[in-house]
């Protein structure tokens, strides 16, 4: 299946190139992977923003003070998860006998 998919993109490319850095199935997870830390860290951000917006908005009111620290608590508990998953990432491929090339923060080469 990936060498039909392998050939169909290779003769796209110009002669002696390769058209992707996708040479096998560790380097197309590392990419979904990838997308979803990525995301979960831009949401997480996100949220950590609105939470410290929540909190100057707050005028004192003690409810809106401790919902703006929950929001703020769990943001930042969804950052530090996403950095970990790098390294989960890394630990998970290394075991199932991928090599680091293509697995960490290289250019897939669109």
């Known amino acids: 299946m990936f060498n039909e998919l392998e050939n169909a993109l290779t003769s796209a490319a110009p002669p002696g190139e390769r058209?992707?850095?996708f040479t096998d199935i560790y380097s197309i997870a590392s990419l979904i992977v990838n997308i979803f830390i990525g995301l979960g860290f831009s949401v997480s951000t996100i949220g950590l923003a609105w939470a410290f917006i929540q909190f100057l908005m707050t005028k004192g009111d003690p409810k809106a003070i401790e919902k703006a620290r929950d929001a703020a608590f769990w943001s930042i508990l969804g950052i530090m998860l996403s950095l970990m998953a790098?390294?989960?990432?890394?630990i998970v491929?290394?075991?199932?006998?991928?090599n680091?090339?293509?697995l960490i923060n290289e250019d897939p080469g669109f």
């Open 19 to 21: 058209a992707t850095q």
């Open 86 to 90: 790098v390294a989960i990432k890394t």
């Open 93 to 98: 491929f290394r075991s199932f006998g991928a």
């Open 100 to 102: 680091a090339n293509g």
